[in-house]
């Protein structure tokens, strides 16, 4: 015990010192916390934009269809499944779809189309396909007639008012053939999907393709990514073997697999930092050392152990560290909590190109716990490991040179 | 060996071919008509669901025909119309005639497992194989049956290796025909059963198409009701009256 007040009373002799030290830890944690919360923010940004947009955090799909997206691997869907899905607490909003092909044939121009039956309401709840609406008017739930990209509209020439022939093959494998009239033209973010998309209601879309009652998926928004898995695993319980419940790290490995190759080249950057960081530290403790180098001597000399000075040193530290790693952390939390409320904005070209992927052309920042305590403790660790350099030094000091000097 | 005996398996053999033709001809002949009228339920079968249409068909030689869907409610009112090699689909829904080119003859028909080209059956079982007998079996109801085996001719619009049929000899009347594809490996078996006189003539009516491939897969058509040599001529196969159920 008389180490830890030794220690302590060491700390308030030297306050500027202290104060050095403990705000060099201070703020590296600062500085990696701000850079880490950027970079996990907009990952988190991109992957809340592009699932909301249309793939959803969660998909229950026909047992194979993402394998092989074919009516004959739809699945039926009944009012109550729906509700019970809905009613999952953290569950935002759900959405069935029907996904499927067909030819969409104006006068003697004909355009291969992805056909998207979907609950208009859900939709606008969860991405807000209402609000992309350029001309004509958005989906209402009774509607019989269709939604068209601004691309697809375009080659197929066609404006709101016109109706188009739409073939394609149905559920039970006949071919299925309807007249749509086009009630809304929408801008759509991505350019693949603004030259094909076609929406109909869902009810519509299964009257085209003779499959009432069926669906070919069902989306699934979550409020907190964090629970994916969670709710992945109280949606399976609601659905039989025939079903597939797919998070969307399964539905499209692409983005995941884009957003770790960031990650691992922003890691890198993160280990240069702390490379910088374990440096400004050591440089700071190397003078805190040099300068105790007599003290330690006559504390050596007067009768105490090396070990014993080591030790006191260490608990030096580590009040150090840990004084530098939480004011960093508190200090850094109100500054991150403003940022996430008030992201950078994005201008000029930047922001337009962000703009047309759909994206909110904003720089924003992820706050959680984890963070926080990740960082807190590399940073602590750190500290700790440049710390081991007064010990060092003190098993092999010369008393005998310090004292005479 | 004696060469007469040679002699006689060598006049066996041909007078054996010629019968082979004879037989197939025959059994033509009991279906073929012409001309005839016909509603037939056609129930598909795949493993998770099965779908029951209703058919009325006419004919006229084997160069027109129209077949009108009656039932489901979603299907009514399509109608399929064959003249010589040439077959369109009218669809209701769309208000539109629509050619059904040659690429996808060989694709199903309405989801069954027949094909647009059962439909159409370019390929006259008489005239576009060469036939000859296999050993003889006993068909499904007991009755001997020749077993025939249909060779395609090389210009035959066929796609079939083979296609081997089972008539019987009482009655010349088709109770199975096996399609093989050009490995050599059995495709499809369609079973002919409940053989009964109507419109006039004893004739199966009820047919089994069975694909080898798929499992749960089949499709089954019944005829309630035929007629044949209606009089009928080839201006009722018009694009015309495609567009309202006769």
């Known amino acids: 015990m008389i180490y830890v007040q030794m220690a302590w009373a060491n700390l308030w002799r030297n306050k500027n010192r202290t104060l050095i030290t403990v705000s060099s830890v201070f703020f590296a944690v600062v500085l990696v916390l701000f850079i880490r919360s950027m970079k996990l923010g907009s990952y988190n940004h991109i ?180 629970k994916e898995n969670q709710v992945a695993a109280k949606v399976r319980k609601l659905f039989s073997d025939n079903y597939d419940v797919l998070t969307w790290r399964e539905l499209i490995p692409d983005l995941l697999q884009g957003i770790e190759f960031s990650n691992a080249s922003g890691i890198i950057m993160l280990s240069i930092l702390y490379l910088v960081i374990a440096f400004g530290i050591f ?77 909110e052309p904003i720089l924003p920042f992820l706050v959680s716990a984890s963070l926080f305590v990740h960082q807190g403790v590399v940073v602590f660790v750190i500290a700790l490991m440049v710390s081991m350099y007064p010990l060092w030094s003190i098993n092999r000091i010369n008393i005998s040179d310090e004292l005479r000097a | ?94 208000s539109r005639v629509t050619k059904i080119p040659p690429s996808i003859m060989s694709q199903p028909w309405m989801g069954s497992d027949f094909t647009n080209d059962d439909l159409v059956r370019s390929a006259s079982v008489v005239n576009d194989y060469t036939h000859s007998f296999l050993s003889d079996t006993v068909s499904e109801d007991g009755g001997t049956a020749w077993r025939v085996e249909l060779i395609p001719k090389p210009t035959a619009p066929v796609v079939w290796s083979k296609v081997i049929m089972w008539i019987t000899k009482d009655d010349y009347i088709r109770r199975r025909v096996e399609f093989f594809d050009e490995r050599g490996t059995l495709m499809s078996v369609m079973v002919l059963e409940n053989v009964k006189k109507m419109g006039g003539r004893t004739i199966p009516t009820k047919m089994t198409m069975t694909p080898r491939d798929k499992p749960g897969h089949h499709t089954i058509m019944e005829y309630n009701d035929a007629q044949f040599d209606i009089s009928i001529n080839e201006s009722f196969f018009s694009q015309q009256n495609m567009k309202q159920i006769k």
């Not at chain 1, 560290?321 to 004011?327: H, N, Q, T």
């Not at chain 1, 500054?335 to 703009?355: E, R």
């Not at chain 2, 040439?86 to 769309?94: F, G, H, V």
Request: charged letters at 15%; aromatic letters at 8%; proline letters at 4%.
């Open chain 2, 1 to 94: 060996m004696h060469p007469s005996f040679l002699i006689t398996i060598l006049f066996c053999i041909t007078l054996f071919a010629q019968n082979a033709d004879e037989v197939v001809q025959k059994s033509e002949d009991l279906l073929h008509s012409r001309s005839s009228k016909s509603d037939v339920t056609m129930t598909i079968s795949r493993p998770s669901w099965t779908r029951e249409l209703s058919i009325r068909s006419f004919s006229l030689e084997d160069d027109y025909a129209m077949i009108y869907i009656l039932s489901p409610a979603r299907d009514m009112g399509t109608s399929f119309l064959k003249r010589r090699i040439e077959l369109w689909q009218w669809s209701p829904s769309i």
């Open chain 1, 283 to 359: 440089g700071t403790v190397i003078m805190m050392t040099a300068e105790r180098r007599r003290e330690f001597s006559i504390m050596i000399s007067i009768g105490m152990k090396p070990k014993q000075l080591s030790f006191m040193v260490f608990i030096e530290t580590v009040v150090i560290a840990m004084l530098g790693a939480v004011s960093g952390a508190v200090a850094s939390l109100p500054v991150l909590l403003y940022m996430k409320a008030n992201p950078i904005p994005l201008s000029g070209q930047l922001g337009k190109t962000t703009l047309q992927y759909g994206f």
């Open chain 1, 47 to 226: 992957i809340t934009n592009t699932l909301s947009l249309y793939t959803g955090f969660i998909q229950v799909q026909g047992k194979g269809f993402n394998d092989t997206k074919s009516l004959e691997n739809s699945m039926a869907l009944s009012d109550t499944q729906l509700m019970s899905v809905k009613s999952i607490n953290e569950v935002t909003s759900v959405v069935p779809r029907i996904e499927s092909f067909a030819l969409a044939s104006v006068k003697n121009r004909t355009e291969g189309v992805s056909v998207t039956g979907t609950d208009p309401k859900a939709e606008a709840a969860m991405n807000g396909l209402n609000g992309r609406v350029t001309n004509g008017k958005y989906l209402d739930p009774h509607s019989k007639g269709a939604l068209v990209g601004e691309g697809l509209a375009r080659r197929l020439n066609v404006l709101v008012g016109d109706t188009l022939v739409l073939l394609s093959q149905g559920y039970y494998g006949m071919s299925a053939a309807g007249i749509f009239a086009v009630e809304g033209i929408i801008r759509l973010p991505l350019p693949d999907l603004d030259n094909s998309m076609l929406y109909l209601t869902l009810p519509t879309a299964q009257w085209f393709l003779s499959m009432q009652g069926r669906v070919t998926s069902l989306a699934v928004m979550i409020e907190n990514p964090d």
